[in-house]
Each structure stands twice: as structure tokens, then as C-alpha cells.
């Protein structure tokens, strides 16, 4: 089967380069809080607009992303924060692609499978820009391979066999692309025509190409806030509540938030757990020098459960850890380095070097493979396939004759040096890389069957080493572990309050810490991995000025308690959460105030000078884009509306800005040599206000949908 046979054949030696652009809207943070009575059922993860989202679904989504993550890459995606990823993206593409769905049904916009059908035989997506479906010959898409994919997943699937994991991954793959596309297409649509609405005109298209070439030099004297101490202006509280009535628009909270106190415990390695470390990592160190050969330093690498993969194999620097890259110029072939410390990773090292030499980085190759009823008879028909091409025949011919493709492929060295290496794909790599162009070789592999190989170029000759490593963390012992949780269970339960923790915390050598505003949306408690129980607590039962039990949490070397201080609910933020910030703009704008008094009278540069202004010349200033002042080490647009306004030679200030007064005289004016083309123009202003209006219409469509996120109950 050609798919099945394309697939395996690049299985650990193929890493796709690709980037593949997933639609996925940002909306900022307004996502809807509130609860429901669904959250009666234990199987619903969130709602959106009123629908039940169930687990099941939503994870559904989830396994299709990691399925996608991993064919792309070629690398396994199973890490916490990974999947924390991934299961943000899928929220995000259900959430937004409901919003986009409900309004495209309002006006009648749809995506048909014609269409769907249309853009996957022409190729139009980049989702479909990957090795799986390319051409090895053309090197270009190639529809033939979706529907050789589609039809032998097909009759495996009817004839009842067991279908290949790879072949499950790249159908799931297939059919994820297929679901992208239809969104993808569907908002196509509704940009086009939302753009229709927002077109530009020849006298904006003037004005915006003016804002962005005219260009004015001026000197600008800044008195800066720094002038004025803090200590020299007073801020009442009722100056602070005018101020947030007068700005309280901005302080609506979407959603319930929680501020919190905790105590984390770090539990490190003790002395003599690095004691202990230090003694067998020497203990390893004399195994490793009295190997004897490539395999027996390998073997010694396993039995001290090496974390770093030893492959046997000749690779770049860059794919060992950085701290061996490091030092592999300056040990010799076969020498064995003394065990060291990396506090970077926290890692106990010791390595050999097996072998170092100049070979190619990349090799253009062909395969046919070779099975038969016996071994024996698998071999004889490898060796004659070898013997015909030796003698004459070409290798197309010797492929179609037993019903293989003929067509090369690059092997680069990056392709499997991070990779872990069978047996056999370490025998098929060094055999490739150790033949010469135009030769033909026969390898019999673990399972009895054979491959001939052709090599036909070799290019870009590097330096790569052959590694025998053994690195190991330096982690804390069972021991050290049990003394921290005996010892902070101890603590809680003579404090088991949160007055008590709060007033004794210090004493005991615990730092008791404060986190504002934690939100269902997040997947951690203050950074801290694998405390999803904690929020569990936090959200399901916490009332304020509960304890938390205690948690153990991490990598396994975290133990956490936390106190809820505060619930936020959803409306207007108190004025008590907000009064440190209203006092600071508050006190910078009656800043501002005194420094236009000490500008009053001003008429020259000078004489700002003389009153303390730092002077500076600042050129290009266009009124398109603010400009930046040193002196505050800030963007001020005030400065850009008027610099870009007056008239050469001339003085103009004092000017208002958010951080300082302002004096300024015009230098020059200039214009850049853009030409002007007023349908570029009106085309560029046309595409960023359909940006602008895109990013506000998804903000609009969440303020307006009700969407309960409850994931933090299942992950």
C-alpha cells in the first residue's frame, strides 16, 4: 500500500519543517464567568450561548489538536504544559468558532462540500502542505496521496483488519484538516464581506500617506515627573474616588476573580542526598572509562538510567546538552571526562567520546524493500536486486519490477539526532551516511526482511561526534522529602487558621504569599504545575478565610496550602483594589500641572533649559506614529500632533503630556521620497480597519454570549 509505505518509510528520519497556521481569533481576556445550573451535570465542561459543552466533545477536540501537533513536528506532545496548550487552543477555536458560526447563519453564509472539496484537490490550505501528502519527485502537493490515503484507510477499515497507528494518525490528521479548512473558508467569507463595508476613500488615502512621509525635526525641552518628588503632592481620598467614578468604565470586571495568600514549600535536595549523588555519579564515571567498546559504554549509559538518549550514532554538537557541547572540542577520541556539576540544569554529567570526524550533513537517498516467506529467500532477492543494478540495470527499474517507488529523499542529520534510534534505523542511517555516491548496498534488518539502499549525492561536509553520556538531576531523597511534609503538616496543624498561618508563618521559616485575582481560565496557582486539585477547592467549596487541606503538588516537590482572602464578583472592581494606581495618576497629573506653571511665560528653548527642561533633538517625527522622549523613556503622541502641525522655526509650549511638560521648536520639515499611490493606500488603510473592527467584533460577540469556562473541574 503506497500511503502505509510513504509513511513508514520516513517514520524516525522525516521531521517536518512546516508552520501551520491554525485560526485562532484572540479576544483578550472577556470571557464570561457566572454560574449555572448545568454544573449539576458532572460531564458538562463549559456552556456556550446556552449549549452544554460535553467532556467527552471537548477532549475529543483536544486529542485531534495533540494528533496534529504531533504528525507536524514529529515529536510527542504529552507534557503538562503542552497539553495545557493545546487545551487552550481547542477552547478557543469552540468558543470562537460558535461566535463565527452564529453570526454567518444570520446572514446566510455558509460553506458547502463542493467548496471543501475544492480547496483540498487544489491544494489551497497550508494545512495541507506536508511530506505525508507531497510529491517526493516535484516536491509539491500531490492529491493523488489524500485519496490513496482516504481509499486504503478505507478498505482496511471495511475488510476488518487492524489498522496501522500510523495510518489511524494521519487519517485523524486528514479528517482535522478538512473540519480547519471549512472554518477557515467560512470566515473568508465573512471578512470579504465585512470588508465590503469598511473601504477607504482618495482624500483618507491623502491624508493617512501625509500622516505617514511628512517628517519634522524639532529640539525638545522636557521637564520630566522625576523634577517633582512624590513627597510634594498631596492626593486626597476623595480626589481618588472622583477619579474612579470619573473613569469607572474602564474597571468592569467580566469575571469572578479570587485573591488568595498561600505558603509553597520547595522541596530541594538535602547535603547528603548531594553526597549521595556525587558518589555515584563517580561510581558511574569508572564503569564508563573501563567500557571497552561503543557498546559497552552505551550499556553502561542505560544501566545508570541516563536521562540523556545515547544512540550510538554520529550527531552535530548542538544535540547533546549544552554543558558536554561545551567541552567536546577539548577532550580526545575515546577519553572519558570527570564527573561534574551544571547548576543551569541542576544535573550531575559525565560523558566519553566515542568517536569524531567530517561527514556529510546531508545525503540524497532510495530504498526498495525486500520481504519474503523465509529469510533466506528475502536475502537472495535483496542480493539479486544489488547484483542487477551492479551490473547495469537502474534502480527505477529494479523498483517498478517489485512494485516500489523509485523516488530519493534528503536525510539531514537534524532529521534523527534528537530522535531515539532502534536497532535497526541506527544500522540504516550509518550505512547511508557511510556510502559514497553511485553505490548500492543491501541491509537485513531485525525482522529477517531487506533493504537496498542507493545513495546518489552527498553534501555539506561538518564535524559530529559519537557521545556516550550519563547525566542525572540532582533530586531529593525519600528521606528529605518526608522531613519537609512532616515538618509543614506539623506547622498546619498547630496553626490550622488562617489568622494562625498568617501570624506565625515568618517564625517558622515560611514565607506566606499573596496572588490576586485567580480566575477559572487558569490551569495552575501561581505557577506552580499540578495544582488543579487546589482550584478544585478554590472555586467548589473555599469560603473567605478558609485553609485549604494540604497539597502535594509540582513535579512531585511542591507542597502547598492556601487561604482564600477575597472573592472579586463580576461588575465594577472595588475602589480598595484600585486606589494605589489612582493615587499614582492622580499625583503624575497634578505633576504635570505644576511643571506648565514653571513653563509659563517661557518663549525659547533656553529658557526652558534655565528652569530645568532636558534639552534633546529628536527627528523623523511623523503624526502617524508617537514619539519617543529619552527623558521619560516613554511615547508621548502629543508631541507627534503638534511637532507635525507647526511651522518651522517655530516655539510651541507649554504642552500637556501624560508624562511631563513640553517646549519645542520646529528644526525642519521634510518629506520622505515615498510616492504616492492612492489605491495602495486605500487598500492598506481598508485592511487595517478590518483588523480593528475584526478584533472588536469577536471582544463584542464575548460581551454579548454567555460562555462558562469549568475545565479547571477535569484538568
Not at 14 to 21: D, G, H, K, N
Not at 131 to 151: A, E
Not at 215 to 240: C, F, G, Q, R, Y
Not at 393 to 402: D, L, S, V, W
Request: glycine share 4%.
Amino acid at each position: 500500500m503506497a500511503a502505509l509505505g510513504k509513511i513508514r518509510k520516513h517514520g524516525v528520519l522525516l521531521v517536518t519543517t512546516i508552520a501551520v497556521a491554525l485560526f485562532l481569533f484572540v479576544a483578550g481576556d472577556f470571557v464570561k464567568g457566572g454560574q449555572s445550573l448545568f454544573q449539576q451535570n458532572q460531564q458538562v465542561v463549559a456552556q456556550i450561548d446556552g449549549k452544554d459543552i460535553n467532556i467527552q466533545d471537548y477532549q475529543k477536540l483536544v486529542d485531534e489538536l495533540q494528533n496534529f501537533y504531533e504528525l507536524t513536528s514529529g515529536q510527542s506532545m504529552s507534557g503538562e504544559e503542552q497539553l495545557n496548550r493545546m487545551r487552550d487552543e481547542a477552547w478557543q477555536t469552540l468558543v470562537q468558532n460558535t461566535l463565527i458560526e452564529k453570526e454567518c447563519d444570520k446572514l446566510g453564509l455558509t460553506v458547502t462540500d463542493q467548496e471543501v472539496a475544492e480547496i483540498i484537490q487544489n491544494g489551497q490550505s497550508p494545512m495541507l502542505n506536508m511530506p505525508l501528502f507531497t510529491n517526493q519527485q516535484s516536491g509539491r502537493y500531490d492529491y493523488s496521496l489524500v485519496q490513496s490515503l482516504i481509499n486504503e484507510y478505507n478498505q482496511l477499515k471495511s475488510s476488518g483488519s487492524q489498522i496501522p497507528d500510523a495510518y489511524q494518525k494521519a487519517y485523524k490528521y486528514y479528517m482535522f484538516v478538512q473540519k480547519q479548512i471549512r472554518s477557515q473558508y467560512l470566515v473568508q467569507k465573512y471578512r470579504t464581506l465585512l470588508s465590503k463595508a469598511l473601504i477607504s476613500n482618495p482624500v483618507e488615502a491623502q491624508d493617512n500617506f501625509n500622516n505617514r512621509t511628512n517628517e519634522a525635526s524639532v529640539l525638545l525641552a522636557t521637564m520630566p515627573l522625576s523634577l517633582i518628588e512624590d513627597s510634594k503632592v498631596e492626593v486626597t481620598d476623595s480626589e481618588i474616588k472622583d477619579k474612579f467614578n470619573a473613569d469607572k468604565a474602564k474597571y468592569e470586571q467580566i469575571i469572578e476573580t479570587r485573591d488568595i495568600e498561600y505558603i509553597d514549600v520547595a522541596v530541594t535536595p538535602s547535603d547528603a542526598d548531594r553526597k549521595a549523588a556525587e558518589e555515584a555519579m563517580q561510581e558511574a564515571y569508572e564503569q564508563l572509562a573501563a567500557a571497552t567498546n561503543n557498546t559497552a559504554a552505551s550499556n553502561v549509559c542505560r544501566q545508570n538510567t541516563s536521562q540523556f538518549v545515547n544512540s550510538d550514532i554520529l550527531k552535530k554538537k548542538e544535540a547533546y546538552p549544552q554543558m558536554i557541547a561545551n567541552m567536546l572540542d577539548s577532550v580526545a577520541v575515546g577519553e572519558t571526562s570527570q564527573p561534574q556539576y551544571d547548576p543551569m540544569t541542576n544535573t550531575f554529567y559525565t560523558f566519553r567520546l566515542l568517536d569524531k570526524k567530517t561527514e556529510a550533513d546531508s545525503v540524497l537517498y532510495r530504498t526498495i524493500g525486500v520481504a519474503a516467506e523465509t529469510e533466506a529467500a528475502s536475502l537472495a532477492k535483496a542480493d539479486s536486486i544489488v547484483d542487477a543494478i551492479k551490473g547495469g540495470a537502474t534502480f527505477a527499474e529494479m523498483a517498478k519490477k517489485y512494485n516500489q517507488p523509485s523516488d530519493s529523499a534528503w536525510m539531514a542529520t537534524a532529521d534523527f539526532q534528537y530522535a531515539t534510534l532502534d536497532a535497526d534505523n541506527r544500522l540504516i542511517v550509518t550505512t547511508i551516511y557511510d556510502m559514497q555516491p553511485g553505490t548500492v548496498k543491501r541491509v537485513t534488518i531485525s525482522n529477517g526482511n531487506n533493504i537496498v539502499i542507493e545513495v546518489l549525492d552527498r553534501r555539506n561536509p561538518i564535524e559530529k561526534y559519537n557521545v556516550a553520556a550519563i547525566v542525572k538531576t540532582l533530586n531529593f531523597s525519600d528521606a528529605t522529602y518526608n522531613n519537609a511534609y512532616n515538618k509543614f503538616s506539623s506547622f498546619l496543624a498547630a496553626n490550622n487558621t488562617a489568622d494562625k498561618i498568617k501570624e506565625n508563618a515568618e517564625k517558622e521559616g515560611y514565607s506566606l504569599l499573596t496572588y490576586p485575582d485567580v480566575t477559572t481560565q487558569q490551569h495552575i496557582i501561581a505557577g506552580i504545575p499540578a495544582t488543579h486539585d487546589a482550584m478544585k477547592w478554590l472555586f467548589d467549596e473555599a469560603k473567605p478565610g478558609n485553609v485549604s487541606p494540604l497539597y502535594e503538588c509540582g513535579e512531585n516537590n511542591h507542597l502547598l496550602v492556601v487561604i482564600l482572602d477575597q472573592v472579586n464578583p463580576a461588575g465594577y472592581r472595588p475602589i480598595s483594589k484600585l486606589q494605589a494606581d489612582l493615587k499614582v495618576q492622580i499625583m503624575n497629573q497634578k505633576k504635570v500641572e505644576q511643571l506648565m506653571s514653571q513653563l509659563e511665560g517661557v518663549k525659547s528653548i533656553s529658557e526652558a533649559q534655565s528652569k530645568g527642561a532636558q534639552i534633546d533633538t529628536v527627528n523623523h517625527i511623523t503624526f502617524d506614529a508617537p514619539t519617543f522622549v529619552k527623558a521619560n523613556v516613554a511615547y508621548e503622541p502629543i508631541i507627534s500632533a503638534v511637532a507635525t502641525q507647526a511651522q518651522q522655526g517655530q516655539v510651541v509650549g507649554p504642552i500637556k503630556g501624560e508624562g511631563g511638560a513640553y517646549m519645542l521648536q520646529v528644526l525642519s520639515k521634510s518629506q520622505t521620497a515615498d510616492k504616492f499611490d492612492a489605491k495602495a493606500e486605500q487598500a492598506t488603510i481598508s485592511q487595517a480597519h478590518l483588523r480593528i473592527a475584526m478584533n472588536q467584533l469577536i471582544n463584542t460577540l464575548y460581551m454579548q454570549t454567555n460562555v462558562v469556562d469549568r475545565r479547571y473541574k477535569f484538568f
